[in-house]
């Protein structure tokens, strides 16, 4: 009866959010009928594959073609049934309807995954697995591009539904998928190599409870205290591991297909002499630490209804406290990070379209050590993303982190997009939250939303030199 309840009430709740997904597409559509921003590459494109020009490459694009073949592959199936012609099937309008398409797909899919990471106490969770995957689906960043004519829809969806196929242990369907994901972007490969990390941390979690059950421990790999000795056992347990010959084997037989989709990227990039295929000089890889402080940031704030409470408070002084050195040393650290490797794009600093350009002028820019002062924020914010996530094996933590840092390091630009990804993979792991918090939270994401695209359509501007009209955005 609970299960055929949830059934009718996520049934209920993806029509009552498409409906008013169209609504507000309707709305951007029509006071934004031509490309805008990165559209006028993408839509153009698009287009030339609509028309069976599939040698035409426009060179500043710097992604691979999976959005404009997913589109021809939608549209083309119905303009041949409905007996369709004319400019209007690969109209702007039409080829934003995709993303519309990718966002329901999105909340399907973060709907499963959630169900597959949280199956404990079933009855008791229902509504709140299912609001947790609106609320997912609505995400501010992910949600305004749904709208328009980019790649994160489609890239979101194939990325999560390559985890959600690696969860259930399907992991050649996942390693395809994966394919499909780097098609729509390149640096999805590192969420593929994500997908084979999980698998081995659970490999390696497996073959620790094995080795404490003989020593009587009971203690998982979250449980290891902070201390030397903590990680002197951890890296003898691996060492263990790693010599071990039917280890190795069991891992391999496990992750073959993802390390197959990994010698095929490591092919392109030598083949290609790079990660873009398009414009390089506005792409270049540096190692930015900051960024991964700034992700920090970001999720702290998108997180705020969840992680924000006063035993969670209460917990980081007794951390203070406990590890006063530790946190010396890591503030030093950070300190020296944001010294030595902060990286300002030309991109961020010249086009007032965007939001990280007045986030970086109104608070980097206001004075030379506002950057130095904001390491305790991060710190609480790094603490933050740690607690919440202290549930989960230090194995994965590992897989996890290593991958953040491969997903935002080497991003010169400060741009909110890149971090979807791994917020959202973040997100779906953290413990379910109580009723009410996650309304807090779908109360956040739909004010930033109803703000951001009110600006968008509404508190337009001009630039001096041009007659053009623009908008602010994500």
């Known amino acids: 009866m609970l299960d055929r309840f949830e059934r009718y009430a996520f049934t209920a709740l993806c029509s009552v959010n498409f409906f008013i997904s169209c609504l507000l597409f309707s709305a951007v559509s029509r006071e934004q009928r031509e490309p805008y921003m990165d559209e006028i590459f993408h839509i153009p494109q698009a287009q030339k594959y609509c028309q069976g020009k599939f040698n035409e490459w426009d060179p500043m694009i710097t992604t691979l073609p999976g959005l404009y073949l997913v589109s021809v592959g939608v549209i083309k199936p119905v303009v041949w049934l409905a007996d369709y012609s004319g400019t209007i099937l690969c109209s702007a309008a039409m080829l934003r309807f995709i993303n519309l398409l990718f966002n329901c797909g999105n909340l399907y899919i973060l709907y499963l995954i959630i ?79 994500f997908c084979a990390g999980s698998v081995v941390a659970q490999k390696l979690d497996e073959a620790w409870r094995v080795e404490q059950l003989k020593k009587k421990d ?189 997903a935002t390091v080497p991003q010169k630009l400060l741009e909110f997009r890149y971090f979807i990804l791994p917020y959202l993979l973040y997100r779906v792991h953290v413990p379910l939250p109580s009723l009410h918090r996650l309304l807090l939270e779908f109360g956040l994401y739909t004010a930033v939303n109803a703000a951001t695209l009110y600006i968008f359509i509404y508190k337009t501007f001009h630039w001096p030199d041009s007659t053009a009209v623009q908008r602010f955005m994500w």
């Open 218 to 406: 009971e203690k998982t790999p979250s449980q290891i205290p902070l201390a030397i000795s903590g990680v002197k056992r951890v890296a003898r347990f691996l060492l263990e591991y790693i010599t071990n010959q039917t280890n190795i084997k069991t891992v391999i037989l496990s992750t073959w297909p993802y390390g197959v989709v990994g010698f095929g990227f490591f092919t392109f990039v030598v083949l290609n002499n790079g990660i873009v295929v398009g414009d390089r000089t506005s792409h270049e890889a540096c190692l930015n630490f900051p960024q991964l402080f700034y992700f920090f940031s970001f999720a702290l704030i998108f997180s705020l209804p969840l992680s924000l409470c006063y035993h969670r408070l209460v917990r980081f002084m007794q951390s203070l406290r406990k590890h006063p050195l530790l946190f010396l040393l890591m503030a030093a650290v950070y300190l020296l990070l944001v010294w030595k490797f902060t990286f300002v794009h030309k991109y961020l600093l010249a086009d007032n379209r965007h939001f990280p350009f007045y986030v970086w002028k109104r608070i980097f820019q206001k004075h030379h050590l506002v950057r130095f002062l904001l390491v305790p924020g991060y710190l609480f914010a790094a603490w933050n993303f740690l607690d919440t996530l202290r549930f989960k094996s230090l194995f994965w933590i590992l897989a996890f982190f290593v991958c953040l840092l491969a």
């Open 115 to 193: 169900c597959r990471l949280h199956l404990k106490d079933k009855s008791r969770t229902a509504g709140r697995r299912v609001l947790s995957a609106l609320t997912l689906s609505t995400f501010p960043v992910l949600y305004f591009f749904t709208f328009l004519y980019y790649t994160d829809a489609g890239s979101t969806f194939f990325t999560l539904f390559t985890y959600l196929m690696c969860l259930y242990g399907c992991h050649k369907a996942s390693a395809l998928l994966g394919i499909c994901a780097i098609l729509f972007r390149q640096t999805n490969i590192i969420w593929v190599a």
